[in-house]
C-alpha cells in the first residue's frame, strides 16, 4: 500500500510523523537539570554558560567542574557552540538554549535515518518504521530532549553514512566534493564522540569493503601485479585515507590536546583517555561475565527491544527480496552488540 503512493504523499506522511513526535520533546523546555543523568547534564550546560561569561573559545573551553585551571574537556564542543549561538540570537535561559539545541539536533538526525533507511533497504515500510522507531521510543523521547551531546553526535554519525552512500552513486567533480564532504564530517563525528561514532564506522567500512569485493569479482584474466597498482586500486586508497584515515588522525590530535589540558590537574587527570581505558572498554572478565550480559539485555529489553521486534515481524510479510532485508537487518542489529562488547564496560555502569 505505501509503496503505490506517490513521493509527495510519502514526503508528507513522513514529515507529519516529525512533527507529531516534536511536540513531547518541547512540554516543559524549561525544566531544570536535575531529572536524570544531572551531572552530566550541569557538565554540558555549564560550558555554554562559561561562553556567557568569559567569552568563546572552541578548542580550548572551561568546564569548571575539577576545580582550577577549570578545563576538563570530553567532546569536540559542537553542541555547546550551537547553544551558546541559540542565546546570542536572543534566547537567554540556557536550559532552554540547550533542549531546543538536542531537538535540532534529533531532527537533522530524522532526515538522514529516512535517507539512510531509503539507500540501504530500499523499502518504503521498513524506512517509515525506522523512523517510526526513531521518534516515538520513549528512550529516544527522553534523552533527545535532555541537554547531552548524544543526538548531536548521532546526527553528524548518519551524515558520515549519508554521504558516504551518496559517493558511491555519483561522478565526477560531485564524487570529489563528496570525498571532502564525509572527510570533513568524519572528522566531526569522530572527534564529538568516538564512542558513539564506532558502529556508524563499521557499516562504512563494511559496505566500503563490499565495493571493493564487488570491483574484485569484476576483473578476469588479469594479473595480480596489475589489479594492484591499476588506477581503480589507487583510488579505493586515496578513498580510504579520505574516509577512514584522516578522521582517525583528526581525532587523535583532539583526543591529545584534551589530554593535556586535563593533566594540569590533579583532579581533571583522572579523566584523561589512559585513565578511562578500563572504563571505556572493561576487562574480559566483564565481557565473558554472563550475568553481566543478563543486566544490560535486561536494559535493552525493557527500553528498546519490544519495538525493535515489531518491525522484524514486519519482515516476515515481504515476498521478494525477504533474505536482501534480513541480511541488512541482521548485519545491523550485529553492529549493536559488536559495539556493546568492545566498550563493555560503558554500558553496563550507564543503565
Known amino acids: 500500500m505505501i509503496n503505490k503512493i506517490s513521493d509527495k504523499k510519502f514526503n508528507l506522511i513522513l514529515l507529519t510523523i516529525v512533527v507529531i513526535s516534536i511536540l513531547p520533546r518541547l512540554i516543559f523546555i524549561d525544566q531544570n537539570l536535575l531529572d536524570i543523568q544531572p551531572f552530566r547534564q550541569t557538565q554540558t550546560a555549564i560550558t555554554v554558560w562559561t561562553y556567557t561569561q568569559d567569552g568563546f573559545n572552541f578548542f580550548n573551553y ?7 585551571p577549570y578545563q576538563a574537556p570530553f567532546e569536540l564542543p559542537v553542541f555547546q557552540a550551537t547553544a551558546y549561538l541559540f542565546i ?11 533542549r531546543l539545541t538536542n531537538i535540532i539536533f534529533f531532527l537533522i538526525c530524522c532526515f538522514f535515518i529516512v535517507s539512510v533507511c531509503s539507500k540501504i533497504f530500499k523499502n518504503r515500510l521498513i524506512t517509515s518504521l525506522a523512523l517510526i522507531h526513531f521518534c516515538f521510543l520513549p528512550f529516544s523521547i527522553c534523552w533527545s530532549r535532555n541537554v547531552t551531546i548524544e543526538y ?9 553514512v549519508y554521504a558516504f552512500l551518496k559517493l558511491l552513486n555519483v561522478n565526477g567533480l560531485k564524487k570529489y566534493l563528496f570525498l571532502i564532504l564525509i572527510t570533513v564530517i568524519g572528522c566531526l563525528a569522530y572527534s564529538i564522540k568516538l564512542t558513539t561514532a564506532f558502529p556508524y564506522v563499521i557499516i562504512v567500512f563494511t559496505f566500503f569493503g563490499i565495493e571493493i569485493i564487488k570491483h574484485l ?8 601485479f596489475n589489479v ?5 586500486t589507487f583510488e579505493y586508497i586515496i578513498y580510504s585515507g579520505f574516509i577512514f584515515i584522516v578522521p582517525i588522525i583528526a581525532m587523535y590530535l583532539w583526543v591529545r590536546h584534551t589530554d593535556l589540558l586535563k593533566m594540569q590537574s590533579s583532579f581533571s587527570y583522572i579523566t584523561t583517555s589512559s585513565s578511562l581505558r578500563i572504563w571505556n572498554f572493561g576487562t574480559w572478565e566483564d565481557k565473558t561475565n554472563f550475568s553481566n550480559w543478563h543486566i544490560i539485555f535486561e536494559r535493552i529489553g525493557f527500553a528498546i527491544l519490544p519495538f525493535t521486534l515489531v518491525g522484524l515481524t514486519f519482515l516476515t510479510t515481504f515476498k521478494k527480496s525477504t533474505r536482501h532485508l534480513y541480511v541488512r537487518f541482521l548485519f545491523l542489529i550485529s553492529v549493536v552488540f559488536i559495539t556493546i562488547f568492545t566498550f563493555f564496560n560503558l554500558y553496563f555502569e550507564h543503565d
Do not use: W
Request: proline share 5%.
Open 62 to 68: 572551561q568546564t569548571p567542574i575539577f576545580g582550577p
Open 152 to 160: 548531536c553526535s548521532i546526527a553528524f554519525c548518519l551524515f558520515y
Open 88 to 98: 546570542k540570537l536572543g534566547i537567554s535561559n540556557i536550559e532552554i538554549a540547550c
Open 228 to 232: 594492484i597498482f591499476s588506477k581503480k
Open 217 to 224: 569479482s569484476t576483473i578476469k584474466n588479469d594479473t595480480f
